[in-house]
């Protein structure tokens, strides 16, 4: 039998995650006998364990704050425990099991032997101090550390969490634990991380666009008007593989402000301020003035031949996916989890825009933190080209794999159920066998 989904009415996020895998699912699973004999619909979305903690910390004045702090560990039936931690105020259980449940079958979809968890905290890094930051982080790990490491669960970044935060989340694993196992991914190289992580997720989804536009249209990013919202991680390396790929990007943004110059956005510059100091977006006018300032949300009105939404949930609604279809967009590609609202993919794929779910094409982040263990466990260490290498071959494979299934189903611009059915079968089959 299907889950009541009415019951998780106070876990909204959750409820839509939900809501889309169930709403997308084919009869035949739907049906499938042994699935509803052992209860695999009901199963599938309860998480294994919720950790939940405070988190004390000591800002720069000697004053006492507390946070809260989580890691949900939702399924480990595909390996072990795996998804990133996000600090930001509207962090809660709700967002962390949307994100968690989609990460059980994106971590599928790479091949890897990866289950699926996310962490995090409401925890706000901006204005706070680099010391501010890292004692936070030495306190956040102080309770996480019994719970992770390398053969149960092995968090990354996310919102919120980059390079800074890992290393100091890293080093007070290692002080706290005794041990110095990849018990974290997306770290610095010096501690032993992977290249290419940086811009694994950004590169990724700009990888998989490309074969999608070969596949569907016959053309590629060359030449090509090109949106991306966001300015953090997988943002900015969007950003760069397009513009190495021969497209334009006209239009960033980030939550105060968005910014348009049609002469295209540059990379080093906007790394420069969002990236190396940590500065607002609309800085990026003080190097090229005849850069237009704009609101936020008014980057979906922006005329573009591509769209990469690559900020946060359900940054881009209805309105929006009608303003970019009327302008002419050919592909919306989701590099951040669930930027689009379920009314605007349904938008996208009833007037046949090629549109990918975050799970299947912003897994290249999660897929390089995979080849990161592996290269821990061997002892390697990876040229940047090898390991960019590698993903482009699970991209072009996730590609592969749910546009033949979206195919087989019927439906070929429907890549959420190509997505969806194909990862759930194969989650749903792995808890039958164990
Ligand atoms: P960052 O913290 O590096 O950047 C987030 C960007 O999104 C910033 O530009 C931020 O603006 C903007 N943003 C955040 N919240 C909001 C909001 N409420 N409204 C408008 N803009 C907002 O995070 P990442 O780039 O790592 O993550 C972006 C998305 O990609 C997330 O959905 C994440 O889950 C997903 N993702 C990340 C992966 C990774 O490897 N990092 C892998 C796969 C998916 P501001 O600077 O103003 O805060
Ligand atoms: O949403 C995601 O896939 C991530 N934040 C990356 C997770 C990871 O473990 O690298």
Not at 48 to 59: E, G, L, P, Q, S
Not at 139 to 160: E, N, R, S, T
Not at 358 to 382: C, D, F, M, R, Y
Request: proline residues 3%.
């Amino acid at each position: 039998m299907l889950p009541d989904l009415n019951r998780f009415s106070n876990e909204p996020e959750f409820q839509k995650a939900l809501k889309e895998m169930f709403s997308s699912l084919d009869k035949s699973v739907l049906s499938n006998k042994v699935y509803n004999d052992n209860d695999i619909f009901n199963k599938i979305i309860e998480p294994d364990h919720v950790y939940t903690f405070d988190v004390k910390w000591v800002d720069d004045h000697g004053n006492e704050h507390v946070n809260k702090g989580y890691r949900i560990q939702f399924n480990n039936v595909n390996g072990v425990y795996k998804g990133g931690l996000r600090f930001h105020p509207s962090v809660n259980i709700s967002i962390l099991k949307f994100l968690a449940f989609e990460q059980i079958f994106k971590n599928y979809l790479t091949t890897l032997p990866m289950g699926g968890a996310k962490g995090g905290s409401d925890f706000d890094p901006k204005g706070k101090s680099d010391a501010e930051v890292i004692r936070f982080c030495q306190a956040f790990m102080k309770c996480l550390y019994p719970h992770i490491g390398v053969d149960l669960d092995v968090p990354a970044g996310d919102i919120g969490v980059g390079a800074r935060e890992i290393r100091a989340m890293y080093l007070a694993y290692k002080e706290y634990s005794g041990k110095s196992d990849c018990s974290l991914t997306g770290k610095p190289i010096d501690l032993g991380g992977s290249l290419c992580r940086t811009e694994a997720t950004g590169f990724g989804v700009t990888y998989f666009a490309n074969q999608a536009l070969q596949t569907y249209k016959n053309t590629s990013l060359k030449g090509k008007t090109v949106v991306v919202s966001g300015s953090g991680n997988v943002a900015l390396y969007c950003l760069k593989k397009v513009t190495e790929l021969g497209g334009k990007v006209v239009a960033m943004n980030d939550s105060s402000n968005a910014i348009y110059n049609p002469d295209g956005i540059e990379f080093n510059t906007l790394r420069e301020i969002k990236e190396v100091k940590r500065g607002r977006i609309k800085e990026y006018k003080d190097v090229y003035p005849n850069t237009e300032v704009l609101n936020s949300k008014d980057i979906w009105g922006i005329k573009c031949d591509v769209a990469f939404p690559c900020a946060t949930q359900f940054e881009l609604d209805e309105n929006d996916a009608k303003k970019l279809i009327n302008n002419g967009v050919i592909g919306v590609f989701e590099g951040a989890n669930m930027p689009c609202t379920l009314e605007a993919a349904e938008l996208f794929i009833k007037n046949k825009i090629i549109y990918s779910p975050g799970k299947a094409s912003n897994a290249g982040g999660v897929a390089v933190s995979g080849l990161e263990i592996e290269q821990n466990k061997k002892g390697e260490k990876w040229s940047f080209d090898d390991v960019d290498h590698r993903l482009q071959g699970i991209m072009s494979n996730i590609f592969n794999n749910i546009y033949k299934t979206a195919k087989d189903l019927g439906d070929e611009y429907n890549l959420v159920k190509g997505a969806n059915n194909y990862a759930f079968i194969g989650i749903a089959d792995k808890m039958i066998n164990r």
